[in-house]
């Protein structure tokens, strides 16, 4: 029996300590949190030989620490690779997290096999499957290889020992939410246990050079589950996104010490697991000619642009207040492009309801897709057509001007290499743009009822409407 002294609360969701319960988390606000939990007293072994090896590392001039590009290897997909920066780094903790089912197993064990076959000996930790189930899993993703081994085990201290007979560059944990300390009191997936845990493997990872990588869960809410610190702990942090019931993930880098965030990976879930899509742009785009209410945007992710379908539709509603719905653009950025419509263009969106989604259910945050947006809401509560094969980009502001974007010149040259024959663009970002010869027509504005004057074109009567 634990003493009382020995005895803390600690917050599920983001790892906040109390002497004592609390109904709500003074951190994070949430309600019924807190679970008891024991404090384990310090090994002092571990710590004296902790501060020994600390002491031999000497501080230095910041000119004499070594540049050096730290050496990579490649995991086999193309997308995963630009994701982490040109490949995976000796000694790097890498978190992959998402939706049940959206892939991260089958993509960590295609690459197991993968980072095997070029000799690199490889360990699979399974916490939540037996190795009959990962073998199949395996046969059906053709991920057999003789360097890469099973072991299904949830205590840490004997998974360390196998890091250690096994000697693996590459190591997988699947999940650190299944894993626990037999010292710890406190339940598998707890904060302390995460914590613990994650905090052993990363010390194995750095101290022998192996590059690790972390399967965890999400909480309903969406969130990364476990505490905030497990993100502080590892290098980097991956996150599936995408629909279980769609082909389209998207894999996305929240956190990369090792290079940049704003790069996405794009997959299509297959009878063979996960396939890299190299040319999304034809992924997202329409089978059919263009339709009311729908518009491409050439976004930006990354170095990577994409031509991505958003569609609007705008419709009349007896019921107040209106609804404004996306899964796929902030709903705060439809309102106020919803009030620059009513403001500066004198539509009567107000009583609507607006409800806007993208192709492939991409999210668009970057403000180069607010004209975009803007016309097709436009265009589908005027219920009218807009120009055929054309593109829009631009960002608009509240005075219902049209302000100019980064990386003009690459969207620019996305349209043009998938046929589209009209482009309206910023007035300014024309100009960066013009210099060279390109086999599209650039329509330079700058406000939004210029551009809604130009993708709306009134239909020419014929003379039997005469």
């Not at 993968?114 to 916490?127: D, E």
């Not at 620019?412 to 599209?440: H, N, Q």
Request: overall charge neutral; glycine content about 8%.
């Amino acid at each position: 029996m634990a003493s009382k002294s020995n005895l803390k609360f600690v917050c599920q969701e983001c790892g906040h300590e109390s002497s004592k319960w609390l109904g709500k988390c003074p951190d994070c606000g949430k309600w019924n949190t807190f679970v008891e939990e024991v404090v384990t007293p310090p090994d002092k072994s571990v710590k004296d030989r902790t501060i020994a090896i600390s002491s031999m590392e000497r501080p230095q001039p910041i000119g004499k620490v070594d540049t050096q590009e730290l050496p990579r290897f490649l995991t086999g997909s193309g997308e995963l690779d630009r994701v982490l920066g040109g490949g995976v780094i000796p000694g790097s903790v890498i978190l992959i997290a998402g939706d049940p089912g959206i892939g991260k197993s089958s993509l960590t064990l295609a690459v197991c096999a993968n980072i095997a076959r070029s000799g690199r000996k490889v360990l699979y930790i399974t916490g939540e499957e037996s190795a009959r189930q990962i073998r199949m899993r395996a046969d059906r993703l053709n991920a057999i290889a003789d360097d890469l081994l099973i072991c299904a085990e949830t205590n840490f201290e004997r998974i360390a020992a196998h890091i250690e007979n096994v000697e693996p560059e590459f190591l997988v944990i699947d999940s650190i939410q299944t894993i626990f300390k037999a010292n710890m009191e406190s339940a598998p997936g707890s904060v302390s246990q995460i914590r613990e845990c994650a905090a052993g493997l990363m010390r194995i990872s750095k101290r022998e050079g192996i590059a690790t990588f972390i399967i965890g869960h999400v909480t309903k809410d969406g969130n990364l589950a476990g505490p905030r610190v497990l993100e502080h702990i590892v290098d980097t942090v991956l996150f599936f996104e995408g629909e279980r019931t769609a082909d389209l993930r998207v894999l996305r880098a929240i956190k990369n010490r090792f290079g940049a965030t704003s790069e996405i990976g794009l997959f299509e879930m297959r009878d063979i697991g996960l396939v890299d899509v190299p040319d999304a742009s034809k992924l997202f785009l329409p089978d059919k000619e263009e339709d009311i209410g729908s518009v491409i945007i050439p976004t930006v992710e990354g170095t990577r642009p994409l031509l991505v379908e958003v569609q609007a539709l705008v419709a009349p509603t007896p019921f107040m207040p209106p609804r404004r719905t996306s899964d796929s653009v902030d709903i705060k950025r439809i309102q106020l492009l919803l009030a620059v419509l009513e403001k500066r263009l004198h539509l009567s969106i107000g009583p609507c309801d607006v409800y806007v989604k993208t192709s492939g259910g991409i999210k668009i945050d970057e403000p180069a897709a607010d004209l975009a947006i803007t016309i097709a809401m436009a265009s589908s509560f005027a219920n009218r057509k807009l120009l055929p094969k054309c593109v829009i980009f631009g960002e608009v502001g509240l005075g219902g001007e049209v302000r100019a974007v980064s990386k003009a010149r690459q969207r620019v040259d996305e349209a043009s290499r998938m046929g589209f024959t009209s482009i309206i663009l910023p007035k300014k970002s024309y100009f960066d743009v013009s210099k060279s010869k390109l086999p599209v027509k650039l329509i330079p504005v700058e406000t939004v009822r210029d551009a809604l004057r130009i993708a709306m074109p009134r239909e020419q009567k014929t003379n039997s409407d005469s």
